[in-house]
């Protein structure tokens, strides 16, 4: 009797949790770093988002994150204390000689490379996008930069590792479609996981 108590018990809080869930994620938004330039390939992304509402924000890490609001009212992210730091957070390069550049160049190098260091700091899932190249073009060296591929693979596998980084590399005409569903799927499984419970 207790047994069947609990567990009716149980399936009523799961599916009032599983409405609570949907109802924030009815909400969800895409927040876009202000330093964001503005230009036809953006637009074009933002266009890929669809009916996603997106904002700009100024971000302490990365070009893109989400925001939503929770049974209690209270949105996800604080827009009040300045630059936010994410959770889970896109970092886009137009394409591989951009990621090369921040790898290896000499004025980009030190400012990605502490951009990183604040994503782990900060135990934000960094999701990389590189536009319009492939893991193939890193194997065959199909960029401009005379580094070789088995460096470059180097650099990229252990910052991967180090960085709990994820590198997608995507078409530029479907780069906002997978923004949006990298930030979406995370939030729902922050939200399966009870991270945002009590907030």
Not at 53 to 63: E, H
Not at 94 to 99: P, Q, S, V
């Given at each position: 009797?207790?047994?069947?108590?609990?567990?009716?018990?149980?399936?009523?809080?799961?599916?009032?949790?599983?409405?609570?869930?949907?109802?924030t994620l009815?909400?969800?938004?895409?927040?876009?770093?202000?330093?964001?330039?503005?230009?036809?390939?953006?637009?074009?992304?933002?266009?890929?988002?669809?009916?996603?509402?997106?904002?700009?924000?100024?971000?302490?890490?990365?070009?893109?994150?989400?925001?939503?609001?929770?049974?209690?009212?209270?949105?996800?992210?604080?827009?009040?204390?300045?630059?936010?730091?994410?959770?889970?957070?896109?970092?886009?390069?137009?394409?591989?000689?951009?990621?090369?550049?921040?790898?290896?160049?000499?004025?980009?190098k030190d400012?990605?490379?502490?951009?990183?260091?604040?994503?782990?700091?900060?135990?934000?899932?960094?999701?990389?996008?590189?536009?319009?190249?492939t893991w193939?073009?890193?194997?065959?060296?199909?960029?401009?930069?005379?580094?070789?591929?088995?460096?470059?693979?180097?650099?990229?596998?252990?910052?991967?590792?180090?960085?709990?980084?994820?590198?997608?590399?995507?078409?530029?005409?479907?780069?906002?479609?997978?923004?949006?569903?990298?930030?979406?799927?995370?939030?729902?499984?922050?939200?399966?996981?009870?991270?945002?419970?009590?907030?």
């Amino acid at each position: 009797m207790i047994k069947t108590i609990l567990s009716s018990i149980r399936k009523v809080v799961n599916k009032m949790y599983g409405y609570f869930i949907q109802k924030t994620l009815d909400t969800f938004s895409i927040l876009v770093d202000s330093r964001e330039q503005k230009n036809e390939r953006a637009q074009l992304r933002y266009q890929q988002f669809g009916t996603t509402p997106y904002d700009r924000a100024t971000l302490d890490i990365g070009d893109y994150t989400y925001d939503a609001i929770l049974p209690s009212g209270k949105h996800i992210v604080d827009r009040e204390r300045g630059a936010i730091t994410p959770r889970c957070v896109i970092e886009r390069k137009m394409n591989a000689d951009e990621l090369i550049s921040n790898i290896i160049g000499r004025h980009n190098k030190d400012r990605f490379k502490r951009e990183l260091e604040r994503a782990k700091a900060a135990n934000c899932k960094l999701h990389l996008i590189v536009e319009d190249a492939t893991w193939a073009d890193i194997f065959n060296g199909n960029y401009r930069s005379q580094i070789e591929p088995e460096v470059l693979l180097s650099y990229l596998t252990a910052y991967q590792a180090h960085y709990n980084m994820q590198i997608n590399f995507i078409s530029r005409e479907h780069s906002g479609e997978l923004i949006k569903a990298l930030l979406y799927y995370d939030l729902c499984e922050r939200l399966r996981n009870g991270e945002f419970d009590g907030k």
